[in-house]
């Protein structure tokens, strides 16, 4: 079955305690990409990969990192959460980045960062 | 600054009925692709359908279409003979092309749609 995985689906955490959400999608997509999405302000990027090596500053990377070390995987990493960043994750991926590709959505991770 | 923005917070419908959801957009770049998901209760999103910057009709897609006026930068979302299911949140989404640097992908706040029986 075509789909987009993260893990986990729930996490509970402190400040500062470094944290990973992995991603993997089995499309063969090339474009994946991270977004957090919070009540009343919809879903924000975080990161984009147009392949892999390829990484790009979405319009909230403050306090994120990613790799795309292989074309499978984009995992999101927080090096020192802080509670402003408790929210709900999702990471996707599209064939490619431009044309009608429209983009896949894993099922989404819960963070709180207490 | 590029945005999207979707000016109904909510709306309702009466089932059977069409609804237009609204979407304006702002970007410098002449090449980008539209598209509209769908969130249900249950969270995941589902992808509606895309329009992009160079097509000349409006797109289709089963119950929905889009109404795609470029001039005005809009791309509003038209749901035919609603149902019950279509009580989701919707939102407007809007990925720019080349010219900008890069391919980033940007979306609307969103538009709760709630339908009655």
């Known amino acids: 079955e075509a789909q987009v995985t993260q893990n986990p689906r729930y996490l509970i955490t402190v400040t500062g305690k470094k944290l990973t959400v992995t991603c993997s999608q089995n499309?063969?997509?090339?474009?994946m990409s991270w977004y957090r999405q919070d009540p009343g302000l919809g879903l924000r990027q975080i990161y984009y990969s147009m392949n892999v090596e390829v990484t790009d500053k979405g319009d909230v990377p403050e306090g994120y990192k990613v790799s795309r070390k292989e074309k499978r995987n984009f995992p999101l990493i927080l090096e020192s959460p802080s509670p402003n960043q408790t929210s709900l994750y999702f990471c996707?991926?599209?064939?490619?980045?431009?044309?009608?590709?429209?983009?896949?959505f894993g099922p989404g991770t819960r963070l709180t960062v207490l | 600054a590029q945005k999207i923005t979707q000016t109904q917070p909510g709306m309702f419908v009466q089932e059977k009925e069409a609804v237009t959801l609204d979407c304006t957009y702002d970007?410098?770049?002449?090449?980008?692709?539209l598209f509209w998901y769908k969130q249900p209760s249950s969270g995941e999103m589902i992808f509606l359908i895309y329009q992009g910057s160079y097509d000349q009709q409006n797109a289709t897609e089963g119950r929905y279409s889009l109404n795609f006026q470029k001039a005005r930068k809009s791309a509003n979302l038209v749901i035919s003979a609603s149902q019950l299911g279509d009580s989701a949140m919707y939102f407007c989404a809007m990925r720019e092309g080349r010219e900008t640097g890069g391919f980033k992908t940007i979306f609307g706040a969103g538009t709760r749609l709630f339908v009655k029986a």
């Open positions: 970007t410098s770049d002449p090449s980008y692709g």
């Open positions: 499309m063969n997509h090339e474009y």
């Open positions: 996707a991926s599209s064939l490619s980045a431009g044309g009608p590709n429209e983009q896949f």
